[in-house]
T-cell receptor, first 114, second 112 residues
Framework: NAGVMQNPRHLVRRRGQEARLRCSPM?????VYWYRQLPEEGLKFMVY????????ESGMPKERFSAEFPKEGPSILRIQQVVRGDSAAYFC????????????FGAGTRLSVL | GQNIDQPTEMTATEGAIVQINCTYQ??????LFWYQQHAGEAPTFLSY????GLEEKGRFSSFLSRSKGYSYLLLKELQMKDSASYLC?????????????FGTGTRLKVLA
């Protein structure tokens, strides 16, 4: 059973470009969470999605950031017109949504904005 | 508000026991999780507590006291590979949906 898959592992963008981060949840998981982590800091919640629905996007900046989890295919975190401050590790986690609702994390995408 | 506190760094010796504390304040507590994260890697799940008491899993144990807003992770028979960050996370239902709040992590260094 494959774990949570994120790609790319590393992404380099110039200021003003778009960044697309992909996350395929574990098999059988319908809940996806995106987090951002800066060096020496904790994980900051961004957005929580179920298939075709955004459940909670309170941690995501209102501008330039968007997320989706379509019926088919991976969840996408999109950052438009990237700025240097967007450089960070972005982690995706998935869960079954049952009682314990344990989150399992992908290896992350490290975004560097030049 | 929502807040999680844990020590920034700890150092221990191979073979010893170390306890990493975590205190939290949330409006709708619904479970506490511990994760291990090696530098540059994904957090990996270690333990889950929702009721008061101790949960033991091999060399790792986790304790929860909901009335005190307090948890600890106990690592026994420390090994060099245990050098990592340990993240305390609380699931909060105060806003009506699941939200996971992570502490900044405790960097554990295990010395030979």
């Amino acid at each position: 059973n494959a774990g949570v898959m994120q790609n790319p592992r590393h992404l380099v963008r110039r200021r003003g470009q778009e960044a697309r981060l992909r996350c395929s949840p574990m098999k059988g998981h319908s809940h996806v969470y995106w987090y951002r982590q800066l060096p020496e800091e904790g994980l900051k919640f961004m957005v929580y999605l179920q298939k075709e629905n955004i459940i909670d996007e309170s941690g995501m900046p209102k501008e330039r950031f968007s997320a989706e989890f379509p019926k088919e295919g991976p969840s996408i975190l999109r950052i438009q017109q990237v700025v240097r401050g967007d450089s960070a590790a972005y982690f995706c986690a998935s869960s079954q949504g049952l009682a314990k609702n344990i989150q399992y994390f992908g290896a992350g995408t490290r975004l560097s904005v030049l | 508000g929502q807040n999680i506190d844990q020590p920034t760094e700890m150092t221990a010796t191979e073979g010893a026991i170390v306890q990493i504390n975590c205190t939290y304040q949330t409006s709708g507590f619904n479970g506490l999780f511990w994760y291990q994260q090696h530098a540059g890697e994904a957090p990996t799940f270690l333990s889950y507590n929702v009721l008061d008491g101790l949960e033991e899993k091999g060399r790792f144990s986790s304790f929860l006291s909901r009335s005190k807003g307090y948890s600890y992770l106990l690592l026994k028979e420390l090994q060099m590979k245990d050098s990592a960050s340990y993240l305390c996370a609380v699931r909060d239902m105060g806003s009506g949906t699941y939200k996971y709040i992570f502490g900044t992590g405790t960097r554990l260094k295990v010395l030979a």
